[in-house]
């Protein structure tokens, strides 16, 4: 899901605003608790259907509520535990007998007629009414009443507060919806419509999602001003049903944002596999939820919030939730980044579909990667079981999980890549999986150990900051290449030394240019390289594979709008040691080169200049004595080097 947050109490996370200023929204609601709980459960039982009737009072703010709960015993039992909250319970049946029961402030406990053994199928129906209640996972969400709106705000809990579930992303079932609401209202739910029964003084709309679906994707929105939009996209061939149920006013520019939902359903189907849920439909539906949400096959998207010029990162990221987090559903909340890492991934896949390589670049440089190191929490934590709602939520499970797949992408390569995700969809498909199990399908896929990217990654907080310098020292005929990379991130908070395979970059004299790897893995590392030319420069990571920060690549384009004060380089001689001091007004990276008086290159430096007074040490140990010039930058000095 993807937040905005409006009118917050208590905590109020920082906005998230992408590179272009707009908000960058994440699946919260703008209905904020102040004690965030939440937990994952397991039951005796597997829920296999719910079949659940509501009728709506939009005005009163009222539902009168039947639910079906059928769940296939695992462990035997004598008291069967069903998620639920609020609600005045009017009666409740075990198949058809009268049971007895009792409540806490989250289930409902229904003493069994008689001891249920693994194998059994029992349907608990519950009969029940009131005002809906609040969720409290953190989000207050539930069935909300907003202006003639009656729809359902995520949250971790929101299954129990308007049904009788076990409510947890662990357990799916299949789900009939049958809801009621006035003659003039139109109500969408999961799945497909089957029947709309028009009574007296009231409609019911009977939807049917047949795919498993966990209790938090399951949702109805009811409205009496939609306009339907229809569209069509075409996945091997068979058409998928592409709804937008939009707000009636201004309708046209709602619909508008939505015209590229259908090519996403189908490049997603190139990319992830055929899109989840065929046979069903996927739909948009505008509702003041105050975020994005990815229902399964009916995404809930606020249309009255700004999510920029062109909407489709958004309408994207909510899309490929239908495979990620809905089809293959996240197994514990601590998994939450194979949601929304995923998700959030997506946006740059979506951004390759319309402008390829240099789009999907530019996306996760400057919305993903960029945006986590600008907005990185303090102290720093792990993408895997991040703990409370709101680390949950945030910018390491969203923006770092994308760079995880980014960074994966690399290492293993993109047709690879491209086979663990397919492979990881096709395996957990209509269930969930954990963070290990996509962890074994990468190593699967690939071939290749992946402990250590995974564990310095995932269960480690923090990313590398490098700091890299270069030198080139002729060698007879060849030169030699030194290139010390250092990581200067903080070890504080567990943050790792990161073993990365990095790209390095070379340019030679001649322009050629030359793609090389290392592997880096210690706080200060060495590499050596001959070439039988000179390297002119030396960049690593060039195309922004890792989620680091790097010290010279950005300056190094912009040296030439950096003057060094020529007349402040100064020339002193230690023996064979030169030292070379000079004024900078800027912080950044220089290069600083020795010539003889023949024009030759003697000795290259990469130079990390601070602003003010530098000094850099060349040892001349090779050099007869003799004129020689220094140049920094594109300011030159003449020096005699006299032992
Ligand atoms: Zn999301």
């Given at each position: 899901m993807t937040t905005l947050i409006l009118g917050c109490i208590l905590v109020i996370p920082s906005p998230r605003l992408d590179a272009r200023g707009y908000l960058k929204v994440l699946e919260m609601s703008r209905f904020i608790a102040a004690h965030p709980t939440f937990e994952d459960t397991t039951a005796p039982y597997d829920a296999v259907h719910y079949e659940i009737h509501i009728k709506i009072f939009p005005t009163s703010h009222y539902i009168e509520g039947y639910t079906a709960s059928t769940v296939a015993v695992r462990d035997t039992l004598d008291v069967l535990s069903l998620h639920f909250r609020g609600y005045t319970i009017d009666s409740i049946k075990i198949d058809s007998s009268a049971v007895g029961y009792s409540r806490t402030d989250t289930t409902i406990e229904l003493t069994l007629p008689s001891q249920a053994l693994p194998g059994d199928t029992l349907t608990a129906h519950v009969w029940y009414r009131g005002t809906p209640p609040s969720t409290t996972a953190g989000f207050n969400g539930g069935i909300v009443f907003d202006n003639g709106y009656v729809f359902v705000a995520f949250d971790l809990d929101i299954g129990r507060a308007w049904f009788p579930c076990h409510d947890t992303p662990s357990d799916k079932a299949t789900v009939d919806q049958y809801i009621e609401a006035p003659l003039d209202y139109f109500v969408v739910a999961n799945g497909s419509l089957v029947e709309v029964d028009t009574l007296d003084s009231s409609v019911v709309f009977h939807w049917r999602e047949g795919y498993p679906i966990a209790t938090y994707l399951t949702v109805f929105a009811a409205y009496n001003h939609f306009a339907h939009i229809v569209d069509t996209a075409y996945v091997n061939g068979t058409p998928v049903p592409v709804h937008g149920w939009v707000a009636r006013w201004d309708s046209s520019r709602r619909a508008n944002r939505l015209v590229n939902v259908p090519d996403m359903v189908e490049y997603f189907s190139e990319v992830y596999g055929a899109y989840p849920f065929i046979g069903e439909k996927f739909s948009n539906v505008d509702v003041p939820l105050g975020y994005a949400m990815e229902n399964q096959t009916n995404v809930f998207i606020d249309m009255d919030l700004n999510w920029g010029r062109?909407?489709?990162?958004?309408?994207?990221?909510?899309?490929?939730?239908?495979?990620?987090?809905?089809?293959?559903?996240?197994?514990?909340?601590?998994?939450?980044?194979?949601?929304?890492?995923?998700?959030?991934?997506?946006?740059?896949?979506?951004?390759?579909?319309?402008?390829?390589?240099?789009?999907?670049?530019?996306?996760?440089?400057?919305?993903?990667?960029?945006?986590?190191?600008?907005?990185?929490?303090?102290?720093?934590?792990?993408?895997?079981?991040?703990?409370?709602?709101?680390?949950?939520?945030?910018?390491?499970?969203?923006?770092?999980?994308?760079?995880?797949?980014?960074?994966?992408?690399?290492?293993?390569?993109?047709?690879?890549?491209?086979?663990?995700?397919?492979?990881?969809?096709?395996?957990?498909?209509?269930?969930?999986?954990?963070?290990?199990?996509?962890?074994?399908?990468?190593?699967?896929?690939?071939?290749?150990?992946?402990?250590?990217?995974?564990?310095?990654?995932?269960?480690?907080?923090?990313?590398p900051k490098y700091r890299y310098g270069w030198d080139v020292w002729p060698v007879g005929d060849s030169f030699d290449l030194v290139l010390q990379i250092d990581q200067i991130q903080s070890h504080n908070y567990g943050v790792p030394t990161i073993k990365m395979p990095i790209d390095v970059e070379i340019v030679f004299e001649s322009g050629e240019t030359l793609r090389t790897v290392v592997w880096d893995s210690l706080d200060s590392q060495v590499f050596r390289f001959t070439f039988a030319e000179a390297p002119r420069s030396v960049v690593i990571d060039p195309d922004d594979w890792i989620l680091c920060r790097k010290y010279t690549s950005e300056i190094v384009e912009a040296e030439p709008a950096q003057p060094i004060d020529a007349k402040e380089i100064r020339i002193s001689l230690d023996g064979d040691l030169l030292n070379v001091a000079f004024e900078s007004k800027n912080y950044g990276y220089k290069t600083l080169e020795i010539f003889d008086i023949a024009g030759r290159l003697v000795a290259r430096k990469g130079v990390f200049a601070k602003v003010g007074q530098n000094v850099v040490r060349i040892r001349m140990t090779a050099c007869p004595d003799g004129v020689y010039f220094v140049k920094v930058g594109d300011r030159t000095q003449k020096f005699l080097f006299m032992r």
């Open positions: 062109n909407w489709d990162w958004v309408l994207a990221h909510e899309l490929s939730h239908q495979w990620w987090g809905d089809c293959v559903t996240l197994g514990t909340w601590a998994d939450v980044w194979l949601n929304e890492g995923f998700a959030t991934y997506s946006e740059a896949i979506n951004a390759y579909r319309t402008g390829g390589m240099a789009a999907y670049h530019s996306y996760i440089r400057n919305n993903i990667m960029n945006y986590y190191i600008a907005n990185e929490p303090y102290p720093p934590y792990p993408i895997y079981n991040p703990g409370s709602i709101w680390r949950m939520y945030s910018v390491v499970t969203y923006e770092k999980g994308a760079s995880v797949l980014h960074m994966l992408r690399h290492i293993v390569g993109d047709s690879v890549f491209f086979e663990i995700l397919r492979t990881y969809r096709s395996r957990f498909e209509y269930g969930n999986a954990v963070t290990s199990e996509f962890h074994a399908v990468a190593e699967e896929v690939s071939g290749i150990d992946l402990d250590w990217f995974f564990d310095e990654w995932v269960y480690s907080p923090g990313y």
